[in-house]
C-alpha cells in the first residue's frame, strides 16, 4: 500500500511466533511520498497516548482521543505491514513535526 508522508497509518506489528493473529498500531509516515514508491519500506513514528509533555513527542488528535507522535522511536518497516490508511495529520500537526525533526537530526 502506498502512503504519503504524514499520512496516519494503521501497522501489523510483527508477531513472533507467527500463529498469533498480528497486533496493529497506529504510526505517522515520515519518509516522503517518492521514497516510499521507490523503496520496499518506510519510515513510521508509532503513534501513543498522551501520557507526558516530553520534547521528542508531538500532541496530536487522533480519532477522538489526545495521542503523541514518538518522534523518538522512528522505525523503518516493510510496506506490506501497512494495513490501511485512516487519515492524515493537520496542517499545523505537520508543521510541528517538521520543527522536532529538524531540531532532534539537524541542530
Do not use: H, W
Not at 28 to 33: F, G, K, N, R
Not at 49 to 58: C, F, L, N, S
Not at 73 to 102: M, W, Y
Amino acid at each position: 500500500m502506498e502512503a504519503n508522508q504524514y499520512s496516519i497509518v494503521l501497522v501489523a506489528q510483527d508477531s513472533a511466533s507467527g500463529n498469533e493473529p498480528p497486533d496493529s498500531m497506529q504510526c505517522v509516515v515520515i519518509s516522503p511520498a517518492e521514497m516510499n514508491k521507490s523503496l520496499r519500506t518506510v519510515t513510521v513514528a508509532p503513534i501513543g497516548a498522551d501520557t507526558g509533555d516530553y520534547p521528542t513527542r508531538v500532541k496530536i488528535k487522533a480519532g477522538n482521543k489526545p495521542s503523541r507522535i514518538m518522534l523518538d522511536q522512528i522505525i523503518t518497516i516493510e510496506n506490506k505491514r501497512i494495513l490501511k490508511i485512516t487519515g492524515d495529520l493537520a496542517p499545523a500537526e505537520v508543521k510541528k513535526v517538521r520543527s522536532v525533526l529538524k531540531e532532534i537530526f539537524i541542530d
